[in-house]
């Protein structure tokens, strides 16, 4: 059974920095990409970052300059390491990813969603 289990959440000052994990499991063949959103209480679920397993970024301009999301792929872990955050980063964060999983003799694929981890941005 696959799933993705996310770790690193927690409560930090503005300017501050936290890095979040994000660790896929199971049969796993392949992640063509990895991503992480995050959710604001009342707010939709917004994509931050990605990563292809080549290596490619691309960030939310919300994020640029100060998040950076790398992968360690033998690992199937995705990181988001997160600096000067501000109170606006306040959000759950999820970790997102299409898996490409072997499964009754054959491969699958499909898309998982972590369980989401708290980060709150606040003095």
């Known amino acids: 059974q696959v799933q993705l289990v996310e770790s690193g959440g927690g409560l930090v000052q503005p300017g501050g920095s936290l890095r979040l994990s994000c660790a896929a499991s199971g049969s796993i063949r392949s992640i063509p990409a990895m991503l992480w959103y995050r959710q604001a209480p009342g707010k939709q679920r917004d994509l931050v970052a990605r990563?292809?397993?080549?290596?490619?970024?691309n960030y939310a301009d919300s994020v640029k300059g100060r998040f950076t999301i790398s992968r360690d792929n033998p690992k199937n872990t995705v990181y988001l390491q997160m600096n000067s955050l501000k109170p606006e980063d306040t959000a759950v964060y999820y970790c997102?990813?299409?898996?490409?999983?072997?499964?009754?003799?054959?491969?699958?694929?499909?898309?998982?969603w972590g369980q989401g981890t708290q980060v709150t941005v606040s003095s």
């Open positions: 990563i292809f397993s080549s290596g490619s970024t």
């Open positions: 997102n990813a299409d898996i490409i999983y072997y499964a009754d003799s054959s491969f699958r694929a499909k898309n998982y």
